[in-house]
């Protein structure tokens, strides 16, 4: 530190000097520009005075302000003893280049993502990677209907604000709205997606910015937003072009009067049909949400998974036991092979001593985690543990005379098994994900959210899939569901990929979650 001219002793990463020796030094000189007191800002360098050397009543609530000596303030340095010293700490004093070698600030631009296609079909047909449109070929066949969906947490910028903790590696102006939204604005428009899966999406801004500015793109959106005071809320928005609506569907996770379920999620889910020249097609299930993020609470994770996945079964539910097509998105705040993930691919879950902060993977200590109850949710429920409605609704769509289509829900009683509780949960769907979770050949973790805290995947694309070849490796995977194909998705990125244009938010990726966007087809 050339600004002090004696030795200074190390200590770890940070060094320290006797204040006897620098308290001369200091007192008589204006070091205002990089002096400041710990928590006032914390994004600004200063040395501090630790709180093992000297009583913490000692300690004046700000130094120094810009052109303000010392003395001018009534506490005085000979409330410090002789022996105090003066930390100095080596991270917020130094430059970037002391930092960790993974969260240095780059700026090295963007990020190029292409399209995996998974499909040889499509690889012979595309040359252009970065073309919108994966294959065009058989957009409108008469036995074929393309189709693109995007995932996209957008994150909140009350969100944002309330946890600025996280994005301190961020420069100050990538984080204001006004520079945020037109750049995923930007991106939207330049993914082109047929169907929009949006969570955080602040009530203010999609009323002022971001739905006006998607239905000038030509889309229709529905908007839930949080229950109780949250700002934010989901929203899907799909291309007029594409699809008519059926129904729109949401689905409150909150219920005053069951005590395990006081948290505001939600989630949305929309029946659409596609629009193609034929008499009938089958419709279409787009689910949308956001769950709990406490990685301690997996007891209500799985509850509001067991609601979303009940309202799904009855929206899509059909006359003959079957379902429709069901693409299922958002930010599920579980990592990938976490309980929680593996019941959503693999149909069940046994939780029989499960610990309650295990189910989402994001914590790996079960310190002082109490066990999984059976059954987890009271039977007020009203959801099996097979997570369907105990009195099942079946959607019954009906057009109105304007040509706007709505969805009239008309009870219907399906029996439902009356089979004491066990510890084994249910779901009726065959999902697969989107993505592999792991780059192909290396294995290397795949993320899909990059901040100062962590970087991980959380946000998924599921789709109803029957799989038919497994054994290439990971990322190889060609998946089919019952008239959907996977046709491509546009890959992700590593940790170290995202650490060297600065992690997310930068000036090119105004959220702290990448879009997730694949590309399916529905066979009729």
């Not at 909140?156 to 990538?174: A, G, I, K, M, W």
């Not at 809320?233 to 409150?252: R, T």
């Not at 996770?253 to 049909?273: A, E, K, S, T």
């Not at 295990?358 to 109850?373: C, F, H, N």
């Amino acid at each position: 530190y050339s600004m002090f001219p004696y030795p200074l002793k190390s200590l770890g990463g940070d060094w320290t000097a006797p204040w006897e020796d620098l308290q001369k030094y200091c007192w008589r000189r204006h070091i205002s520009s990089c002096l400041r007191w710990p928590g006032h800002y914390s994004r600004a360098p200063y040395p501090y005075f630790s709180s093992r050397q000297f009583s913490l009543s000692c300690r004046p609530p700000f130094l120094f302000e810009s052109g303000t000596q010392f003395q001018y303030y009534k506490w005085r340095p000979n409330h410090l003893s002789n022996a105090s010293l003066i930390h100095l700490s080596r991270h917020v004093m130094t430059s970037d280049r002391d930092e960790p070698s993974s969260k240095r600030r780059k700026h090295q631009g963007t990020i190029k993502r292409n399209w995996e296609y998974l499909c040889s079909h499509n690889k012979e047909n595309t040359k252009d990677l970065e073309d919108r449109n994966v294959d065009s070929t058989c957009e409108h066949c008469e036995d074929k209907f393309d189709f693109s969906v995007m995932s996209y947490n957008i994150l909140s910028q009350d969100l944002l604000e309330d946890n600025s903790h996280l994005y301190r590696h961020c420069r100050r102006p990538v984080l204001h709205w006004s520079f945020r939204f037109p750049n995923i604005l930007k991106e939207i428009k330049h993914f082109d997606a047929d169907v929009l899966c949006l969570q955080e999406v602040q009530e203010d801004h999609y009323g002022t910015e971001i739905r006006p500015s998607l239905e000038s793109l030509g889309y229709h959106c529905e908007y839930k937003m949080k229950t109780g005071r949250k700002p934010d809320g989901c929203a899907i928005c799909f291309k007029h072009s594409k699809f008519s609506l059926l129904s729109v569907n949401p689905v409150e996770f909150c219920r005053r009067d069951i005590p395990l379920l006081d948290r505001d999620n939600i989630g949305l889910v929309l029946l659409l049909q596609p629009k193609i020249p034929r008499a009938a097609s089958p419709s279409i299930c787009i689910a949308n949400t956001h769950l709990l993020y406490n990685p301690r609470r997996g007891d209500i994770k799985l509850t509001q998974l067991a609601m979303l996945l009940a309202e799904i079964a009855n929206v899509t539910h059909r006359k003959d036991g079957s379902s429709c097509p069901i693409v299922m998105c958002g930010d599920f705040n579980s990592v990938p092979g976490s309980p929680l993930y593996s019941f959503i691919k693999e149909g069940k879950l046994n939780y029989e001593g499960l610990a309650i902060g295990k189910v989402s993977g994001q914590e790996q200590s079960s310190r002082g985690q109490r066990i999984l109850s059976i059954p987890i949710w009271p039977p007020n429920l009203g959801i099996s543990q097979n997570c369907v409605y105990e009195a099942q609704q079946v959607p019954k769509v009906k057009k109105t005379d304007s040509g706007v289509t709505q969805a009239q829900q008309e009870k219907a009683e399906v029996p439902v098994s009356a089979d004491k509780v066990s510890s084994q949960l249910q779901h009726g769907f065959s999902l697969s994900s989107v993505y592999s979770h792991y780059v192909p050949d290396t294995g290397v973790p795949e993320v899909t959210t990059c901040h100062s805290r962590s970087a991980i995947t959380v946000d998924y694309i599921f789709y109803t899939a029957k799989k038919e070849n497994t054994a290439q490796g990971p990322g190889a995977e060609v998946a089919l569901v019952g008239g959907l194909k996977l046709l491509a998705r546009l890959s992700l990125l590593t940790e170290q990929d995202l650490w060297t244009v600065n992690g997310l938010p930068n000036e090119h990726n105004s959220s702290d979650h990448l879009p997730l966007l694949a590309k399916f087809r529905l066979e009729l």
